[in-house]
């Protein structure tokens, strides 16, 4: 357990996830807090803390009618969602503030049509695709800089070094779109096969699209409080029983020297040191899946199976529900759309809360959940209170 | 599939994304100019650094200088694109994007293209050598292809 004062996921929300949805970011974030808040049985009254990746949260704390903050942070160069609820939790480790809001709002970016003729200049995910001052122009002249042509390397690599094949992968995304079909939140539903995976497109070979996750307009809330407090709400207590967030250098995950051992190593060491759970305590695993590829590699550092044997471990359906290990049971950020980890937080949640339906994991009493790869990356470990 | 070449560039089509030198990188695009592959490193630690930088990440020294390189260098991994993001490459794809180890420092990575070869030629671990690729009438740059001696030392 993490030093400090014992930490509580009370509350859960979803702005009107979707394409394009016309809505702005701050209606994104609005909706989002009030659905959090309902799910706890909170008001905005009882949030003292706050803290985003894609909002200010200072504009967000005013438009929300937050007073007085007693704690903030804002996160720019950050592994997305892990960032703000990692931060949320040790300020009310600390004490810091009592019930933080740990915000992930996006804008869909532009199509990659779009982005050809130039659009995107202006959008926090794709502004450095044209640019080439700085270390991008190392990265833009040589026609790369999108992430998908590292995850292609990343995945690549893997391959390569251990022998996977894109059939493995393909078993992965069949999987997801296997628990997807039983989310009602999920975009994408209708199954998937093998064959469906394997003759998608490339967007980066070996990467397909179906190995993406799906761009969308989204505003996600988490709110974190101590045990004490949650013990007085309404939803059932899930704790906080480790967590970490780490970076292993810049953020060029083109010139990584290891692109096989990244930074999800380095978080699952600090995630197991802070519990004397191990990985076989864990019910049910929600990995960050922003490529395929991340997934591959969150199993094998947090010690489910070992080094390589990702591909296997996936191909034998031990993530699938009712295998050893349900990996991603809300779909994943493939299906239910880019919201950048925060999802996984809260089908871990839900799941451990008894809450996730035709997809719900028998008896799940411990829950792990993961953002990013590369050259950072953050995660926690979550328990039945 | 075929890689990317100069020979059929004019100067007509979209125009490349252009590099912005600055003071810390200009030796890199000069020694381009001159036809030399050309690494940051530092004078007093002897670590090389790329991407260049004002200071030296292992001693924080200030005392750094661009150094030609053998040009040499192993494969480390590589990803076909063909999913193009700016408009110069929408007419040039597939390519292929790699990342290749320099021979000068155990974990000095270098991403560019290779080039002159296909995809089925490619092996990690494979030696591989800087070749200069006049993309367009204003961009050079530096891919890299299968050594032609075989990586002999």
Redesign the interface.
């Known amino acids: 357990m993490s030093a400090g004062r014992r930490v509580a996921v009370v509350g859960c929300g979803y702005s009107h996830v979707g394409r394009n949805t016309g809505l702005s970011i701050d209606d994104h974030m609005i909706q989002a807090t009030k659905a959090a808040l309902a799910d706890a049985g909170l008001t905005v009254a009882d949030i003292d803390g706050i803290t985003s990746v894609g909002t200010e949260p200072l504009n967000d704390a005013w438009l929300l009618g937050i007073e007085p903050v007693n704690w903030w942070a804002t996160g720019m160069m950050a592994p997305a969602f892990s960032y703000s609820a990692t931060q949320a939790i040790a300020a009310v480790a600390s004490g810091f503030c009592d019930t933080a809001l740990a915000l992930r709002v996006i804008g869909q970016q532009p199509s990659s049509s779009a982005l050809v003729k130039g659009a995107g200049a202006n959008h926090p995910m794709t502004s450095m695709l044209h640019r080439a001052a700085g270390d991008r122009q190392f990265i833009v002249p040589f026609g790369a800089g999108s992430p998908v042509q590292w995850a292609g390397m990343f995945t690549n690599r893997y391959i390569q070094q251990y022998g996977a094949t894109e059939e493995d992968f393909g078993h992965h995304v069949v999987t997801q779109r296997y628990h997807a079909s039983m989310n009602d939140d999920a975009i994408f539903r209708e199954p998937l096969t093998l064959d469906d995976y394997l003759a998608a497109r490339y967007v980066s070979k070996p990467l397909r699209i179906l190995d993406c996750d799906y761009p969308v307009d989204s505003g996600s809330a988490v709110i974190f409080t101590t045990e004490e407090r949650a013990r007085d709400l309404a939803q059932p207590v899930v704790l906080v029983e480790s967590y970490a967030l780490n970076a292993i250098r810049d953020l060029h995950f083109e010139v990584m020297s290891d692109m096989v051992h990244t930074a999800p190593v380095q978080t699952a060491k600090k995630l197991w040191e802070g519990t004397e759970l191990t990985p076989a305590d864990v019910d049910t695993a929600q990995l960050y899946d922003g490529f395929s590829i991340i997934v591959f590699q969150w199993l094998e550092a947090l010690g489910f199976c070992g080094e390589g044997e990702a591909a296997a471990f996936v191909r034998e359906g031990n993530t699938r529900l009712g295998g050893s290990l349900p990996v991603n049971t809300d779909g994943g950020a493939c299906n239910v759309g880019r919201r950048h980890g925060a999802n996984f937080c809260i089908e871990s949640t839900r799941q451990l809360r008894g809450q996730s339906g035709e997809r719900q994991v028998d008896g799940a009493e411990v829950a792990v959940w993961t953002n990013a790869v590369g050259p950072f990356s953050a995660g926690a470990i979550l328990t039945k209170g | 599939m075929t890689t990317t070449t100069a020979s059929d560039d004019t100067a007509e089509g979209p125009l490349?994304?252009?590099?912005?030198?600055?003071p810390v990188?200009q030796f890199?695009w000069d020694g381009i100019a001159a036809g030399e592959l050309r690494i940051q490193r530092c004078q007093n630690c002897g670590h090389y650094l790329?991407?260049p930088k004002v200071l030296c990440r292992y001693c924080q020294s200030d005392d750094l200088a661009g150094e030609r390189v053998s040009g040499r260098a192993t494969l480390?991994?590589?990803?076909?694109?063909?999913?193009?993001?700016?408009?110069?490459?929408?007419d040039?794809i597939?390519?292929i994007?790699?990342?290749v180890?320099l021979d000068e420092e155990?974990?000095?990575?270098?991403?560019?293209?290779m080039t002159d070869c296909t995809?089925e030629d490619l092996?990690?671990g494979m030696p591989v050598e800087v070749t200069f690729v006049d993309l367009h009438p204003e961009?050079t740059?530096p891919f890299f292809r299968p050594a032609r001696d075989g990586g002999a030392k």
Do not use: K, N, S
């Open positions: 490349p994304p252009l590099p912005q030198p600055d990188t890199f790329h991407y480390y991994t590589w990803t076909i694109a063909v999913q193009p993001f700016h408009p110069f490459y929408v040039r597939p390519y994007v790699a990342t180890e155990p974990g000095l990575m270098f991403m560019t293209q995809e092996r990690i961009l740059l």
